[in-house]
């Protein structure tokens, strides 16, 4: 499977893959403060492990940074 992850293409070999099992494998999930748009839509951490992605899906994954 391809995907579309913040601007870049990214192979899987899974045939599906859910937004929870992504962000393991983009070494993601353990950090804070991340949000996940597929096709412009949210998605709610909770809907992570189910939410099947499939290989048209535009995603964005967006971390939270501190600054000023």
């Given amino acids: 499977m391809e995907l579309h992850i913040n601007n870049q293409k990214f192979h899987f070999e899974q045939k599906q893959i859910s937004i929870k099992t992504l962000l393991d494998l983009h070494g993601t999930t353990q950090q804070k ?9 949210v998605i709610t951490q909770s809907d992570w492990s189910t939410y099947l992605l ?7 994954i967006i971390t939270a940074t501190q600054g000023g």
Avoid: F, P, R, Y
Avoid at 33 to 41: D, F, M, P, R, Y
Avoid at 54 to 60: G, V
């Fill in 33 to 41: 403060g991340i949000a996940v748009a597929v096709n412009t839509k």
């Fill in 54 to 60: 499939s290989e048209t899906d535009d995603i964005l």
